[in-house]
């Protein structure tokens, strides 16, 4: 199973952008996803997570009514739409998949939040 990352790049201030995180070789739908973000020589923050079956969101306090993680089952991918970007947002954004004792994790896409 592979994850891979797409739609980072460069913003201004208060624009938006969404994030992709497709699948292959394995269902996302049965699992719960997650997307973490890194900043330099900052640790891992988890930013998001939606779960599985049901497909309920939870978020970072610091990213709360500003993003919003979603899922396209018949895409096998999701998103992160990421409104009111801030230069606090500035980060590598990774996603991860897991279940059970199953654990994937993307490579990451770069966001940088500048005017």
């Known amino acids: 199973g592979q994850l891979v990352e797409s739609g980072g790049g460069l913003v201004q201030p208060g624009g938006s952008l969404r994030l992709s995180c497709a699948a292959s070789?394995?269902?996302?739908?049965?699992?719960?996803v997650s997307w973490y973000r890194q900043a330099p020589g900052k640790e891992r923050e988890l930013v998001a997570t939606?779960?599985?079956?049901?497909?309920?969101?939870s978020y970072a306090d610091s990213v709360k009514d500003r993003f919003t993680i979603s899922r396209d089952n018949a895409k096998n991918t999701v998103y992160l739409q990421m409104n009111s970007l801030e230069p606090k947002d500035t980060a590598v954004y990774l996603c991860?998949?897991?279940?059970?004792?199953?654990?994937?994790w993307g490579q990451g896409t770069q966001v940088t939040v500048s005017s």
């Open positions: 939606i779960s599985s079956t049901t497909s309920i969101s």
């Open positions: 991860r998949a897991y279940r059970f004792r199953n654990d994937y």
């Open positions: 070789a394995f269902t996302l739908s049965n699992y719960y």
